[in-house]
């Protein structure tokens, strides 16, 4: 308290001041006069300004060790995951690639409520940027590492569909000596023509019968170079790095001191919803640190996609997880089990709380990436905070459901102009795209995805 005191009494004797002084001789401002509302409106105290800090991209350290991939910041390893992440010729229909989905003019997100590549996926596509900074990726955990992450839509039928034979073969073939000078000779690997046949424990009914036929030493080198793309992938992702936002300019102008340019970053509706988001309306208590996410899964109510096939969120992520040949435990993992893969060791399988619960994602360039949520079912952050506003429960459907889900907010009951003033914060959490960033652009020569 004592520490706020001195701020305290400095503002409220420029208050009384503002209407007989110039707002120039204030802070240096061109506009005739400082309204007392507007002073107040960009009043903060030193524990405000600590508090907001917290939220700011300066405070975002680098991404956390990967341990489970040795490769993770290997510059060339991120190189070869970049051209691996832009080449739709790796695909099998030669059409699709990571970045078909993850566009990087749009945040490395699409636009579309859900994601589309060979068939409809099930749930709508998250921006890629932070995504390094989590222990879980996916909106239900479902994977441990970035690594793990990628080896899911290269093969899954309504993403990449390509066969996990038909991947590597066609890594090799067209980064062959690239992939050998990062990861070194893989033995026991079948040769290129027999790769071209589609074989994978994850593929087709004859997919899966032509990998089981496959000796167990091939199958092992197969996963082995699989693995090591998805590790080239992962380390290509923690390049990824976001400019500072309006708000992270606002943050620094305020700990400067620098009135003009604190309101001329942000308007007073903007700063009104900082304040709602950081008080009355809660969102802070998930959405927090330098992303905007505490990294955990909620069931925020979000009315459900599909009713007749519900999605079950963190309680069918934590299976899928177990049943993973690509976790942090796995044989394919670089990290010492004991050691580093405490997540996995310690993971809370069971519980109401699992259920329909998804990550809280980042809020970074949320405006620029609707629509939202798992299934994208809202179009528009009028619409997020129409529900936050008022929500249901979460739809109970007990054939469904193991039990009934936990629901994690309490309704908010802001008037319109709060909500318009929530939603215009949210705007200023949008980093400029930064296209002379290297990373950002798909390397030279390689068949560009066709969004
Ligand atoms: C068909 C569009 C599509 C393609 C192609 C695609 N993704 Fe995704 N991506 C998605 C969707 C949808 C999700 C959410 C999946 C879920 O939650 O079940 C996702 C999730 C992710 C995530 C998790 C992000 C987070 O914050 O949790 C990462 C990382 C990712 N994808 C990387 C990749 C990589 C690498 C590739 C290429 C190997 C790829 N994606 C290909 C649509 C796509
Ligand atoms: C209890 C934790 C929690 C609180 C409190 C919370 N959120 Fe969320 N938020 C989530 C989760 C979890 C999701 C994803 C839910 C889903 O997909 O079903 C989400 C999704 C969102 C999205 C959609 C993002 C996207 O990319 O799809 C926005 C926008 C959002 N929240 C804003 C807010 C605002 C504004 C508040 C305060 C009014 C708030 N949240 C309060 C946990 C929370």
């Given amino acids: 308290m004592r520490l706020r005191l001195p701020v305290r009494i400095a503002w409220s004797v420029l208050r009384w001041l503002a209407p007989a002084l110039s707002a120039a001789a204030l802070c240096g401002a061109a506009s005739a006069q400082a309204p007392a509302a507007d002073v107040e409106a960009y009043r903060f105290t030193a524990a405000d300004r600590a508090f907001l800090s917290t939220l700011s991209l300066d405070r975002l350290p680098p991404p956390p060790p990967s341990p489970s991939n040795a490769w993770a910041d290997d510059p060339r390893a991120a190189q070869l995951g970049q051209r691996l992440f832009f080449d739709a010729s790796l695909s099998a229909s030669g059409r699709f690639a990571c970045a078909t989905c ?65 991947w590597v073969g066609r890594v090799l073939q067209a980064q062959g000596p690239t992939f050998a000078a990062v990861f070194g000779p893989t033995p026991n690997l079948p040769d290129l023509a027999t790769l071209a046949t589609p074989m994978s424990p994850r593929g087709d009914a004859a997919a899966q019968a032509a990998w089981q036929a496959l000796p167990v030493a091939q199958r092992d080198a197969i996963d082995q170079v699989f693995a090591q793309t998805g590790k080239a ?35 007073a509706d903007e700063v009104a919803g900082l304040r709602l988001f950081v008080g009355a309306a809660r969102c802070v208590s998930c959405h927090n640190g330098p992303l905007f996410t505490n990294h955990e899964f909620h069931n925020i109510g979000a009315p459900e996609a599909d009713r007749s096939r519900v999605d079950l969120g963190r309680a069918e992520g934590v299976r899928q997880l177990q049943a993973s040949a690509f976790s942090c435990l796995s044989r394919h993992s670089d990290a010492q089990a004991d050691r580093d893969c405490g997540e996995m060791r310690f993971l809370k399988t069971q519980g109401p709380e699992l259920v329909g619960a998804f990550k809280t994602p980042s809020l970074r360039n949320v405006a620029a990436t609707a629509p939202y949520m798992q299934g994208g079912q809202l179009a528009t952050l009028a619409d997020v905070l129409a529900h936050y506003n008022r929500p249901q429960p979460p739809f109970y459907a007990p054939a469904q459901h193991p039990s009934r889900p936990h629901f994690d907010i309490l309704p908010l009951q802001l008037t319109a102009d709060q909500l318009g003033q929530l939603t215009a914060f949210l705007g200023t959490l949008t980093s400029p795209l930064p296209l002379d960033d290297p990373w950002w652009q798909a390397p030279v020569n390689s068949a560009q995805a066709r969004p």
């Fill in 102 to 166: 993850h566009q990087p003019a749009r945040h490395f997100s699409d636009g579309l409520p859900l994601a589309m590549a060979a068939g409809t996926a099930r749930r709508h596509t998250p921006s890629l940027l932070g995504a390094a900074h989590g222990p879980w990726l996916n909106w239900d955990g479902s994977a441990d590492s970035l690594w793990a992450q990628a080896l899911g839509p290269i093969e899954h039928a309504d993403e990449m569909a390509t066969p996990r034979s038909q």
């Fill in 233 to 267: 992938l992962a380390a290509y992702q923690r390049r990824l790095a976001l400019r500072p936002a309006r708000f992270d300019q606002f943050v620094q102008a305020l700990a400067r001191d620098d009135g003009v340019a604190v309101k001329g970053l942000m308007s």
